[in-house]
């Protein structure tokens, strides 16, 4: 199994350019997190499917970021303008959908907007 | 809501000296607890879980954690620390069933020759 596969692992984009992270997660897990890492906040929940399906988004900053996932083996994060302060890793992760079995994550994808 | 509070920013020791890293989490129902692993410049990697029975558990790499129900802790520990055990370690909490798991801001090991 190839595991959580995220592309790309490195983006750098000016302020105000859209910015898409994809995510390929465990073929046979169906639930699926995005993650947002700063040393400041740490890792913060971003919005979760269960099923292909949005559970909760409570934890995307604003209306800059969308989240889709239109099929099991595939989702992407928009961000659409990008500002300086969107700068982080973005990890997706995945599991089969019951909780105790955690989450495996990808190798992120660090972001940076000048 | 559940929240994670992990005591220690950065912890330095030397090889071979023993670790405890603390972690308290705020929830009053039964929960499923984790410990990850993120190595520089790496993803989070699954360390060991706890979820039911034996509240002393073991993960990789001669790691294990006890889980204090009435202290509501799940601190991690490891008798003799190595110098590959340098990395940022993640406590993380989800109620039982399947909400997301919410986690602590990580605690950096920094381990000197």
């Known amino acids: 199994d190839a595991g959580v596969i995220q592309s790309p692992r490195h983006e750098v984009t000016e302020m105000g350019q859209e910015v898409t992270l994809r995510c390929k997660p465990i073929?046979?897990?169906?639930?699926l997190f995005w993650y947002r890492q700063t040393m400041m906040r740490g890792l913060e929940l971003l919005i979760y499917?269960?099923?292909?399906?949005?559970?909760?988004d409570s934890g995307m900053p604003e209306d800059r970021f969308s989240a889709k996932m239109p099929n099991a083996s595939f989702s992407t994060l928009k961000i659409q303008p990008s500002e300086p302060r969107d700068s982080a890793v973005y990890f997706c992760?995945?599991?089969?959908?019951?909780?105790?079995?955690?989450?495996?994550f990808g190798s992120g994808t660090r972001l940076t907007v000048v | 809501a559940q929240s994670v509070s992990q005591h220690n920013h950065h912890v330095i020791l030397s090889e071979a000296a023993s670790l405890e890293l603390g972690c308290n989490y705020s929830y009053g129902g039964t929960v499923n607890l984790f410990w990850y692993v993120q190595y520089p410049g790496q993803h989070l990697q699954l360390l060991l879980k706890y979820f039911s029975g034996d509240p002393l558990v073991k993960g990789i790499k001669g790691f294990e954690a006890e889980f204090i129900k009435s202290k509501f802790s799940f601190n991690l520990r490891k008798p003799s620390v190595q110098w590959s055990d340098t990395a940022e370690y993640f406590c993380a909490v989800n109620a039982a069933g399947n909400t997301p798991l919410v986690f602590g801001k990580g605690t950096r090991l920094s381990v000197i020759a």
């Open positions: 073929s046979g897990h169906n639930s």
């Open positions: 992760a995945s599991s089969p959908g019951t909780a105790h079995y955690g989450y495996t």
């Open positions: 499917f269960n099923n292909n399906v949005p559970i909760d």
